[in-house]
């Protein structure tokens, strides 16, 4: 499983960015994708997830300015970013797992910067 992440880049806080993550590959019908983020200095953290059914978990930190939405036709999962904060700046990673997989598989990161 390949995973293709983009829509990183530098935003003023209050503003908006939308990552894509398309899967490619060996990919199981049933599965969930998500986001996870990585700041300088600390561990990788949940940011949501969205199974193939479309069942959602979010950080409570993002709850109400962060969607998750996917399509399954495209294996592509879409975390919409609005109300941006300093705090949200980190490294963006998707992931890709499934029961049905050996193990689960990540991206390559895509960098989102929030400052003025």
């Known amino acids: 499983v390949q995973l293709q992440a983009s829509g990183g880049g530098l935003v003023q806080p209050g503003g908006s960015l939308r990552l894509s993550c398309a899967a490619s590959?060996?990919?199981?019908?049933?599965?969930?994708m998500g986001w996870y983020r990585q700041a300088p200095g600390k561990q990788r953290e949940l940011v949501a997830t969205?199974?193939?059914?479309?069942?959602?978990n979010y950080a409570d930190s993002v709850k109400g300015r962060f969607t998750i939405s996917r399509d399954n036709a495209k294996n592509t999962v879409y975390l919409q970013m609005n109300s941006l904060k300093p705090e949200d700046t980190a490294v963006y990673y998707c992931?890709?797992?499934?029961?049905?997989?050996?193990?689960?598989?990540w991206g390559q990161g895509t960098q989102v910067t929030v400052s003025s």
């Open positions: 992931k890709y797992g499934s029961s049905w997989s050996p193990r689960d598989y």
């Open positions: 590959g060996s990919i199981f019908s049933i599965n969930v």
């Open positions: 969205m199974s193939s059914g479309g069942s959602t």
